[in-house]
């Protein structure tokens, strides 16, 4: 998943941030004392209504993501440009720098604050009037914090998008078996089409497994049952677990006959495994009048058949649809 899926999006943060940025400098301008200060507040004003305009108008989807360093440029360059106007008392609005660090850890990948701080030094000497040697203990200061609250943000962002995907990834797998759970076998199907097969797999005499031996013993099978289809099965098939000990495989380009040659492959590393438990299947193949959902129910039918005949053995459809 994108980082834009859990970030603050960083084209609407950064026109908020440049109003924003406009606002306070436009307010505190008569505050601060500054010899000309309406000429300054109006170019302030005009300078951020153009950005903002200018920042509606750019295609922004079309552009890396990256690209959106453009407002903290921009606001930095204003407020350094409006300091050397201002005669160097607009050390006030040191703060939005910091803010302006916050969006970077916020938006962006970590050191990518590191990358633009020559621009944002630059911009503060600049605010301040110009370089003198009071402002070293000043800058020195803000660096660190300006670094320090940008990547850490950042670490945060990453850390929860690690996490965030670690849990979409839990809610679509099941933990025993770790194949495909129910929720994300939906999401397959829907994406099946003609050519493909579904097949349901359903262990023979589970249940007895489970009262002899427990449940902890029904675990076991189930696990390393996951583990041989996981072994047999192709590059792209697909393979999850139905609920209980029945088992789902999406075969994609796979006829009828050509899944049970898989099904057969299967059954014999599984004999090797456990020869002692067998299992029954039943396939369905995916046809233009034959939806996913119908082909799901087609195999559970072949399925009921093949337990039906016997267990132990592979059931397609035909018959089964014109007398159902």
Same mark, same amino acid.
């Given at each position: 998943?994108?980082?834009?899926?859990y970030?603050?999006?960083?084209?609407?943060?950064?026109?908020?941030?440049?109003?924003?940025?406009?606002?306070?400098?436009?307010?505190?301008l008569?505050?601060?004392?500054?010899?000309?200060?309406?000429?300054?507040a109006?170019?302030?004003a005009?300078?951020?209504?153009?950005?903002?305009?200018?920042?509606?108008?750019?295609?922004?989807?079309?552009?890396?993501?990256?690209?959106?360093?453009?407002?903290?440029?921009?606001?930095?360059?204003?407020?350094?440009?409006?300091?050397?106007?201002?005669?160097?008392?607009a050390?006030?609005?040191?703060?939005?720098?910091?803010?302006?660090?916050a969006y970077?850890g916020?938006t962006?990948?970590?050191?990518?604050?590191?990358?633009?701080?020559?621009?944002?030094i630059?911009?503060?000497?600049?605010?301040?009037?110009?370089?003198?040697?009071?402002?070293?203990?000043?800058?020195?200061i803000?660096v660190?914090?300006?670094?320090?609250?940008?990547?850490? /943000? $950042?670490? %945060?962002?990453? *850390?929860?998008?690690? @996490?965030?995907? &670690?849990?979409?990834?839990?809610?679509? #797998?099941?933990? !025993?078996?770790?194949?495909?759970?129910?929720?994300?076998?939906?999401?397959?199907?829907?994406?099946?089409?003609?050519?493909?097969?579904?097949?349901?797999?359903?262990?023979?005499?589970?249940?007895?497994?489970?009262?002899?031996?427990?449940?902890?013993?029904?675990?076991?099978v189930?696990?390393?049952?996951?583990?041989?289809?996981?072994?047999?099965?192709?590059?792209?098939?697909?393979?999850?677990?139905?609920?209980?000990?029945?088992?789902?495989?999406?075969?994609?380009?796979t006829?009828?006959?050509?899944?049970?040659?898989? /099904? $057969?492959? %299967?059954?014999? *590393?599984?004999?090797? @495994?456990?020869? &002692?438990?067998?299992?029954?299947a039943? #396939?369905?193949? !995916?046809?233009?009048?034959?939806?996913?959902?119908?082909a799901?129910?087609a195999a559970?039918?072949?399925?009921?058949?093949?337990?039906?005949?016997?267990?132990?053995?592979?059931?397609?459809?035909?018959?089964?649809?014109?007398?159902?």
């Amino acid at each position: 998943m994108s980082r834009a899926a859990y970030a603050w999006d960083p084209v609407a943060g950064g026109q908020l941030m440049l109003l924003t940025n406009g606002i306070v400098i436009v307010v505190t301008l008569p505050l601060l004392g500054a010899h000309g200060w309406r000429s300054t507040a109006v170019l302030a004003a005009l300078t951020t209504a153009g950005a903002w305009l200018v920042s509606i108008a750019v295609p922004w989807q079309r552009l890396p993501r990256k690209a959106t360093v453009a407002f903290p440029l921009f606001a930095w360059a204003a407020i350094g440009l409006l300091g050397l106007d201002t005669h160097g008392i607009a050390g006030a609005w040191a703060g939005l720098f910091t803010l302006w660090f916050a969006y970077l850890g916020l938006t962006h990948r970590s050191g990518t604050s590191l990358l633009l701080m020559p621009v944002a030094i630059a911009a503060y000497i600049t605010m301040w009037g110009g370089w003198s040697s009071p402002l070293l203990a000043r800058l020195f200061i803000a660096v660190v914090i300006w670094l320090l609250l940008a990547e850490l /943000l $950042a670490a %945060l962002i990453d *850390r929860h998008h690690a @996490l965030a995907d &670690e849990l979409r990834q839990l809610a679509h #797998v099941d933990t !025993l078996t770790n194949l495909a759970n129910r929720r994300d076998l939906d999401l397959r199907l829907a994406e099946a089409g003609p050519g493909d097969a579904v097949v349901l797999i359903d262990l023979d005499h589970f249940k007895q497994l489970n009262d002899t031996f427990g449940h902890a013993a029904g675990d076991e099978v189930l696990t390393e049952f996951g583990l041989v289809i996981r072994a047999t099965l192709r590059a792209g098939d697909y393979a999850a677990r139905y609920g209980g000990e029945e088992f789902a495989l999406v075969l994609p380009a796979t006829s009828e006959s050509d899944a049970t040659v898989t /099904l $057969a492959r %299967l059954r014999q *590393r599984w004999a090797v @495994l456990r020869p &002692e438990i067998t299992f029954s299947a039943g #396939v369905a193949a !995916l046809r233009p009048e034959l939806g996913a959902a119908t082909a799901l129910q087609a195999a559970d039918l072949a399925l009921y058949e093949a337990k039906r005949s016997g267990r132990n053995r592979d059931h397609g459809t035909q018959g089964l649809l014109t007398a159902a």
